[in-house]
């Protein structure tokens, strides 16, 4: 029972360009998201996170929008940069218990 | 300020031997986490200490896995006898506390193979 879904596995996007990364989760009862980001050979890095009583969040590049009528939250980077390729790990708070979605892995080209 | 170590980074063993994993957190860390990634998936909770006390360990397959953290700051994981779907790497990470303000610190793993 996947309660955090994150349905692309990988995304290739131009480098200047928005990426956004998408994540859809099934239980209404979570109220905090986390992205995290992932380079190979280490661990996750945290990278923003949003509660459930708003919709945006933003820090920098990063932008996190929340929809809790359709109980999914969306990744905006802008713009991209060749630093960005990574895994980016959606992950949903009960409880103070994380619930991982699986990655997307973005690839930004030159 | 000093990231959570972890060791050792690879390991190789047979099925049903034995392996231990070892994690020392960011000093002043009160809460340690134990996860396993397999591949192509997200990490799963495997253990969470606060302080040296487990909070959360329903994920944890006791047959055959145990964690503890003496003295609240090193952990260690042990896995007795390996499977060959333990095979995955083994994420120790630490937070200030529990909560939505504390993330998880991760360290960079342990890729296990089980032969």
Same mark, same amino acid.
């Given at each position: 029972?996947? =309660? !955090? ?7 290739? !996007? =131009?480098?200047?360009? *928005?990426? +956004?990364?998408?994540? @859809? ?5 979570? @109220? ?15 990278? +923003?996170?949003?509660?459930? *009583?708003? @919709?945006?969040?933003? @820090? ?17 980077? !802008? ?7 990574? !895994? &980016? ?6 409880? &103070? ?9 973005? *690839? *930004?080209?030159? | ?34 996860? %396993?990634?397999? #591949?192509? %998936?997200?990490?799963? #909770? ?5 302080? $040296? ?12 896995? /145990? ?7 090193? /952990?260690? #994981? ?12 083994? #994420? ?15 360290? $960079? ?7």
């Amino acid at each position: 029972d996947q =309660q !955090v879904k994150q349905n692309s596995p990988s995304l290739s !996007v =131009q480098e200047g360009r *928005i990426s +956004i990364l998408n994540c @859809d989760y099934t239980n209404s009862m979570f @109220d905090y998201f986390l992205w995290y980001k992932k380079y190979p050979a280490e661990g996750p890095t945290f990278l +923003i996170s949003i509660s459930s *009583i708003k @919709d945006k969040n933003e @820090d920098g590049r990063f932008t996190v929008f929340l929809n809790k009528s359709a109980k999914h939250l969306s990744l905006h980077i !802008v713009p991209s940069q060749p630093g960005d390729s990574a !895994v &980016y790990f959606c992950a949903a708070d009960s409880n &103070y218990q994380l619930i991982w979605g699986a990655g997307t892995k973005l *690839i *930004i080209k030159p | 300020e000093a990231g959570v170590a972890q060791s050792p980074r690879y390991k190789i063993i047979e099925k049903r031997q034995s392996v231990a994993f070892w994690c020392n957190p960011i000093s002043g860390h009160a809460t340690l986490y134990w996860y %396993q990634q397999i #591949l192509g %998936q997200g990490p799963k #909770l495997l253990i969470q200490f606060q302080n $040296n006390g487990v909070v959360d360990d329903s994920q944890l397959p006791k047959d055959r896995f /145990s964690a503890e953290r003496l003295k609240g700051v090193d /952990s260690t #994981l042990k896995i007795q006898p390996a499977k060959l779907e333990d095979s995955a790497v083994y #994420l120790c990470a630490s937070s200030f506390d529990r909560g939505y303000n504390s993330p998880l610190h991760f360290g $960079n793993g342990t890729r296990l193979t089980v032969t």
